[in-house]
């Protein structure tokens, strides 16, 4: 009997969990350990944000996913890979496997920022997000760090809350060194930076935050902008967990990967979604579109490892399609360089965002 040991319930691995169901796979024992009990799915994190749904509406029960794919589920968090003795180390105990995949996602903070860690609650991992929100929405002035989908997305959201409950004298910037929704085109930028305008939000472009000290965030261009919380949506940063491990990484700290999801030292470790770094697109975006595409991929290649059969390559598109929620059901639309926004955008990406989450709920 093998022991295949799944770390992380990220979208890449709930999608393994749907072809188990179905396939289940013979003299193979599958373990799922997470670090909470539910999976909280950020393409609804915007809408939650905003009241449009509920917690239950937004996350997907971990256990029951797992007991009904004939898998055992763990809560734990991973504090240790011993990649030598093949254990995994979590609060609640020690595992061996015989083949390991990680699929743990990355996390919202920056260490480059100095006081950043100390100031604010992250958004991820994602199971720490949901008390957070309620304090954003009460909060009097919330600074946003980050010019990038997400970073626009949540402010948004968060202002449209705030509209609807009262609150549309609370302060809110946002802190951004590039230009808005950079490499996504010109007229999503203009766009999102129009609506940011009406929204009353204080836009501070151009500046890089530099340190954060009491209530005050002070830019690499020395001005100082208070805040009564902060949230870092600055970009995906690595798990430290990885590099603890002594597993290869990449210079950002990402598990390195081949074509085949497979750890380039280490090849009975597979690994998925946002935590990883593959050797062959190196600059592939993180989002949850490329974690969960690699389902079908890491599937066939953990049960043909076992088998000794020939691994498949993640062929990762050139362009995916992006739909930000921009408040009071609308949405903006993204793919390569082109962009649409109104109401049916929004209707679309809920449409999507349900379809998802419902095969697992
Ligand atoms: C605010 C926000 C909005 C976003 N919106 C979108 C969007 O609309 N569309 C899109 O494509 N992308 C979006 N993204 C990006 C998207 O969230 C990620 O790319 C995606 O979640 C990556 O999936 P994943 O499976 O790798 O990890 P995750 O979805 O983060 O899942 C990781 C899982 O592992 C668990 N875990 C974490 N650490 C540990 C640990 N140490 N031990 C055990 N378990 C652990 C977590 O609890 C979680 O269940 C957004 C990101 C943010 C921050």
Redesign the pocket.
């Known amino acids: 009997m093998k022991t295949i040991v799944l770390?992380?319930?990220?979208?890449?691995?709930l999608s393994l969990l749907k072809r188990l169901k179905t396939n289940p796979v013979p003299d193979t024992k599958w373990i799922l350990?997470?670090?909470?009990n539910y999976?909280?799915?950020?393409?609804m994190?915007?809408g939650f944000i905003e009241g449009l749904y509920t917690i239950d509406e937004i996350r997907i029960d971990?256990k029951q996913a797992a007991v009904k794919a004939n898998c055992t589920f763990i809560k734990?968090?991973?504090?240790n890979i011993d990649p030598v003795n093949r254990t995994i180390h979590?609060e609640n105990g020690s595992f061996s496997y015989d083949v390991l995949s990680i699929?743990?996602?990355?996390h919202?903070s920056n260490p480059t920022i100095k006081g950043l860690k100390e100031a604010q609650a992250p958004?991820?991992?994602?199971?720490e997000f949901p008390d957070f929100i309620n304090t954003l929405r009460h909060s009097p002035h919330v600074a946003v760090i980050g010019g990038g989908?997400?970073a626009c997305?949540?402010i948004l959201s968060l202002k449209a809350w705030k509209n609807k409950h009262h609150r549309r004298y609370d302060k809110l910037s946002l802190i951004y060194a590039d230009e808005l929704l950079k490499g996504r085109g010109s007229s999503a930028g203009k766009k999102v930076e129009k609506l940011l305008e009406e929204g009353e939000i204080q836009l501070y472009s151009g500046e890089r935050a530099k340190s954060i000290e009491g209530n005050k965030i002070m830019t690499a261009n020395e001005i100082i902008i208070p805040f009564q919380h902060v949230i870092y949506?600055g970009g995906?940063q690595s798990?430290a967990?990885l590099k603890k491990s002594g597993l290869p990484v990449d210079e950002k700290g990402f598990l390195k990967v081949n074509g085949m999801l497979q750890c380039i030292d280490f090849p009975e470790i597979f690994a998925?979604?946002?935590?990883i770094g593959l050797t062959n697109a190196p600059e592939l975006e993180?989002?949850?579109?490329?974690?969960v595409r690699q389902g079908p991929v890491l599937w066939h290649n953990l049960t043909a490892y076992l088998s000794k059969k020939p691994l498949i390559d993640y062929k990762p598109q050139k362009r995916?399609l992006?739909?930000?929620s921009t408040g009071r059901r609308h949405g903006l639309l993204l793919y390569g360089n082109h962009s649409l926004y109104g109401r049916i955008m929004w209707q679309l990406k809920n449409h999507i965002d349900k379809n998802f989450i419902h095969t697992f709920q």
């Open positions: 770390v992380g319930g990220g979208h890449t691995h350990i997470s670090a909470d999976h909280y799915y950020s393409g994190f915007s971990l734990g968090s991973l504090e979590t699929n743990i996602g990355s919202t958004l991820k991992p994602a199971h989908a997400a997305e949540m949506l995906a798990p967990v998925a979604g946002d935590c993180k989002n949850g579109v490329h974690a995916t992006a739909i930000l």
